[in-house]
């Protein structure tokens, strides 16, 4: 077995240094993909409570993502994370768009409307029908009631192309934390996990029948099941014949 | 030689075209449109736009509400807040900043696809996985 641990902060920053510095600082990335062994996220350290670990399904998003034309438009559904934005902008090349549902979550709640949410996703995401080829859902649809979860799936599917992807993490348990995580890219398979308070906890766990109901209109591409239970699924959406 | 920087103060409120041969700075409200086409627009953290911006190089620290269009750079500091959509060949959104919209950089000298440095594995075929055989008790594909 064969274990990848990285770490955040200065240490990550001396890793990744490193690693242009040496070819067998990659090594580790490549027993990983080549032994089918996921990375369990850890702690760094008492004054980070940042988390690195390696992602293969974003290896292959980015991989998929890479393969379509440079003028691929790519949804967030988190936060705005300027690394982000430059590691797809000028090393992707596609356009970004930026939806922080997790803003959203926190503000209907902040204003006593949770119930509202579902109308309120309906049409939120302002783009024509078919016109995305990627998105980031991240670990949204934990925070989402199910009413609100199946109306953000329906526009997903609304929005994304044929053959276009989503990736999406999905909680094993419930968590009373209030925390919600910004995903860093590190690298093209690795994620780092930084966390802000949130007005809201974890509370909305889906099964794999939940999911495969939600997303019906799209196919499972890969899904990664990591040692904390945490689902991670990219879909594409089906190309009509 | 100095010189001036033109600004716009914190209690100056204007509705409609600006435009100028000159980096300016804005402090105060605009509402309408800022051209400003081979020079810096710098939104204070008190300025209060709505607006669209096109500039050599935009730099937000206060709040936009508008398109911003620069030749060369949009810069969107910690305190900054921009809701529109961002034209720009480079982007730097700080941490802690508000952005709500798009983001095309528009990039013209694209690098070459192999350029992006891929796990040779990935070269695999594109076929979807089945929903069988976990694998090695770490971590199965369902």
Redesign the interface.
């Known amino acids: 077995?064969s274990i990848v641990h990285k770490t955040g902060g200065l240490s990550g920053l001396v890793t990744r240094l490193g690693r242009q510095n040496s070819r067998s600082d990659d090594e580790p990335?490549?027993v990983a993909?080549?032994?089918?062994?996921?990375v369990e996220p850890r702690t760094v350290a008492a004054t980070s409570a940042e988390t690195v670990y390696a992602s293969k399904t974003l290896?292959?998003f980015?991989?998929?993502l890479?393969a379509r034309p440079?003028d691929a438009e790519v949804m967030d559904l988190g936060p705005?994370?300027?690394s982000n934005?430059?590691f797809l902008?000028?090393?992707?090349?596609c356009?970004?768009?930026?939806?922080?549902i997790y803003a959203d979550i926190d503000r209907h709640i902040h204003q006593d409307r949770v119930a509202q949410l579902p109308e309120f996703l309906t049409g939120r995401l302002r783009v024509r029908p078919s016109s995305i080829d990627a998105v980031l859902g991240w670990d949204v649809f934990d925070y989402l009631p199910p009413m609100a979860a199946t109306t953000l799936a329906s526009e997903l599917m609304r929005i994304l192309r044929p053959g276009g992807v989503f990736l999406g993490f999905f909680g094993a348990r419930a968590s009373d934390d209030p925390r919600y995580t910004k995903f860093f890219f590190e690298d093209?398979?690795h994620l780092r996990c930084r966390y802000y308070p949130s007005a809201c906890t974890r509370r909305w766990v889906l099964q794999?029948r939940d999911i495969n109901i939600m997303f019906a209109g799209l196919?499972?591409?890969?899904?990664?099941?990591?040692?904390s239970g945490v689902?991670e699924i990219l879909f594409?959406k089906r190309i009509l014949s | 030689m100095h010189e001036e920087k033109a600004s716009i103060g914190k209690s100056i409120v204007i509705n409609g075209e600006l435009s100028g041969s000159e980096d300016l700075t804005i402090e105060g409200r605009v509402d309408g449109k800022i051209e400003l086409r081979d020079h810096v627009l710098t939104v204070g953290s008190n300025g209060r736009i709505k607006a669209q911006v096109s500039a050599k190089a935009i730099v937000v620290l206060g709040q936009v509400t508008g398109n911003l269009n620069a030749t060369e750079k949009v810069d969107i500091k910690e305190t900054g807040s921009v809701e529109g959509d961002v034209v720009a060949p480079r982007v730097a959104i700080a941490d802690g900043s508000h952005f709500k919209g798009s983001i095309d950089m528009q990039k013209k000298d694209q690098p070459e696809k192999g350029v992006f440095s891929k796990p040779e594995s990935k070269s695999k075929s594109e076929t979807p996985k089945t929903d069988t055989a976990p694998v090695n008790g770490e971590f199965a594909r369902v």
């Open positions: 077995m990335s490549r993909e080549a032994s089918s062994v996921v290896a292959r980015l991989d998929l890479f440079n705005v994370i300027g934005i430059t902008g000028e090393r992707v090349g356009k970004i768009h930026v939806e922080d093209e398979s794999n196919e499972v591409f890969e899904t990664v099941l990591l040692k689902r594409r």
